[in-house]
């Protein structure tokens, strides 16, 4: 009887401990994110966090707040809180969630044309990069719009806006279209005998490299240029570097599973961590195998993104002195942020 006291009493002191890590002004509150048109609504030591626009409004998350952001600033009117990265986010302070998240919204869903005013605005506001993909955003609006007017089915609708999001050709852009929705058929492309992303990177790692390392599945490959004294590495992703899987598996079918029962339990805040502690991990092991290089390669060609956090680690064991690597900015309607430098 005694045990189950104390066990209880340590589960109710942990919770108490969760419970009290976000402060009194910020329970119950609701905050509106400049340049994302989001909305976070945070509770007791919960949140919500939607996505929204004049037309609309979707969830987007919910969580523990603790384990998904960090408090940088806050008062009465502002919040500034930090997700991981090397980006703070910034809120102003709202009545509550916008009518748009509260009401059903049945009918809007039904209809093409508020669909798509809604998928053109949240571009609109939060696209940072128009100019650089070529994209006259307000013409393609005038073009598309007596289109969506004319059309019947929610099929022909999916592939007009699948239309639109292949014209930015940007791989950070993707529209899944539900399965009972035909797609439309994939013209051949002329290879032009152009080789794979996995043909390039294994005809490396077979015909020119000595000593092939692999690290987490082969996110990152390491060796030496057969009869040179020159090093490579091939890192093809900026994530799931986390070091959760013991040597005897990486290469084996377990992998993934072992991966995803690291992964599945860990916060964001603390996976952002452990992603940084795996590059901490294994970089000091791949330069000691590469110690006697005069240079190294590093093949960035096949990377997919991920965390910057990640990159700018991955950067800190090529960079011996401070220098700006990037820019960041948010597209906001005021000028209260300007231009973030990182160096």
């Known amino acids: 009887m005694p045990s189950s006291g104390l066990i209880l009493l340590i589960l109710l002191s942990a919770s108490a401990k969760l419970y009290s890590q976000i402060p009194d ?14 909305v976070l609504d945070i509770k007791d030591s919960t949140y919500a966090y939607y996505n929204k626009n004049e037309f609309s409004c979707s969830s987007l998350v919910q969580g523990n707040f603790n384990g998904r952001f960090r408090i940088i600033d806050a008062d009465s009117s502002h919040l500034v809180l930090n997700p991981g990265g090397i980006v703070n986010y910034h809120f102003r302070k709202i009545p509550g969630l916008p009518d748009t998240c509260l009401k059903e919204t049945v009918q809007n869903e039904k209809s093409l044309v508020l669909n ?15 100019e650089k993909r070529d994209l006259d955003w307000k013409k393609l609006y005038r073009d598309y719009l007596p289109i969506v007017e004319g059309l019947e089915t929610e099929a022909e609708f999916a592939l007009i806006l699948k239309e639109i999001a292949d014209k ?18 994939k013209t051949p492309k002329k290879s032009h005998n152009r080789l794979s992303k996995d043909q390039v990177l294994s005809g490396i790692y077979t015909n020119y490299l000595d000593s092939l390392g692999s690290y987490n599945n082969g996110v990152i490959r390491w060796g030496s240029l057969k009869n040179t004294d020159i090093g490579y590495i091939a890192i093809t992703d900026m994530n799931d570097l986390a070091n959760y899987v013991p040597d005897r598996f990486q290469h084996s079918k377990k992998f993934d599973s072992i991966y995803n029962r690291g992964q599945d339990p860990v916060q964001p805040l ?5 992603e940084i502690a795996g590059v901490q ?3 000091p092991r791949i330069l000691r195998d590469l110690g006697h290089s005069d240079s190294i390669i590093v093949d960035l060609r096949f990377n997919g993104g991920g965390y910057e956090t990640v990159a700018l680690e991955l950067l800190s064991y090529f960079v011996s002195e401070e ?21």
């Open 25 to 38: 002004k910020l329970k119950h509150s609701t905050w509106e994110q400049e340049g994302y048109d989001r």
């Open 116 to 130: 798509f005013q809604s998928f053109w605005h949240t571009f609109n506001r939060n696209y940072a990069f128009f």
């Open 168 to 185: 930015f050709d940007d791989g950070h852009i993707r529209l899944d279209i539900p399965a009972p929705v035909p797609k439309t058929p």
């Open 270 to 274: 603390e996976y952002f961590q452990d």
């Open 281 to 283: 991990h294994i970089m």
């Open 323 to 343: 220098k700006e690597i990037l820019s960041i900015k948010a597209k906001i309607e005021t000028a209260s942020h300007l231009p973030r430098n990182i160096s």
